[in-house]
């Protein structure tokens, strides 16, 4: 299994700011993901970043918008850039450890709230 | 495209009853199938990983199974006790992982 913490738990912020969020595993990982989970609804993967290359994103996320490091095998940051309200979500990053016959194991997410 | 729904999408129960929850996609053409549970606020922890050659998978309480030909799944929680109170969310992983919307159960004392 793997360990995530992810930094802030939540936060509270103003349109038009942007917000770094951290994610570090205990174990050095290929595959690290980040997913927004919106009120009430389920989770939507936003892009997937292996080491040593760009992120790649999915439908309705772009780079701009989100941008994602991955500078080494157990950490990765996203950025949540010119905030709106529309922005508010749980994000969450996970991490799998081997090919996709493996289980996902994910952080405890970052409450964001934009005012 | 490969679509999760999970039914029901909310469902309250004495304690003591067994119960099932229910998930259903689209695309057979799966690696594997994940149950996951979420407590408020808080990420998602893994319960049961069912892979795509297998029929199902057993955890303590916890029972999956798995029909991919009929794009099911189904997980089974014998002697439902308060604590299992939580929102449970099926995934199918085809490259990513694709969630269900959820099952949100509350188990009555």
């Known amino acids: 299994s793997a360990v995530i913490s992810q930094k802030p738990s939540r936060d509270i912020c103003q349109r038009g700011t942007s917000l770094t969020i951290q994610c570090q595993v205990d174990s050095q990982v290929t595959m690290m993901f980040w997913y927004r989970q919106q009120p009430g609804q389920s989770l939507t993967l936003i892009a997937t970043?292996?080491?040593?290359?760009?992120?790649?994103?999915e439908s309705g996320f772009v780079i701009d918008k989100f941008p994602i490091s991955r500078p080494n095998l157990t950490f990765s940051t996203l950025t949540v850039s010119n905030m709106s309200p529309e922005d508010s979500s749980i994000y969450l990053c996970s991490v799998e450890s081997g090919h996709y016959t493996d289980t996902q194991y994910f952080g405890p997410g970052t409450r964001l709230t934009v005012l | 495209k490969q679509e999760v729904t999970q039914i029901p999408a909310a469902l309250s129960v004495p304690e003591g009853e067994n119960l099932v929850l229910n998930c259903s996609f689209t695309?057979?053409?799966?690696?594997?199938l994940q149950w996951f549970r979420q407590d408020p606020g808080k990420g998602l922890t893994s319960l049961l990983l069912?892979?795509?050659?297998?029929r199902e998978q057993t955890s303590g309480r916890l029972n999956a199974s798995l029909d991919k030909s009929s794009g099911r799944s189904t997980l089974y929680i014998a002697a439902s006790q308060p604590g299992d109170s939580a929102t449970y969310l099926c995934a199918v992983a085809t490259g990513k992982l694709i969630f269900g919307q959820g099952t949100t159960l509350q188990v009555k004392p």
């Open positions: 069912i892979q795509s050659s297998q």
């Open positions: 970043a292996n080491q040593g290359s760009e992120a790649t994103y």
């Open positions: 695309d057979s053409a799966i690696y594997n």
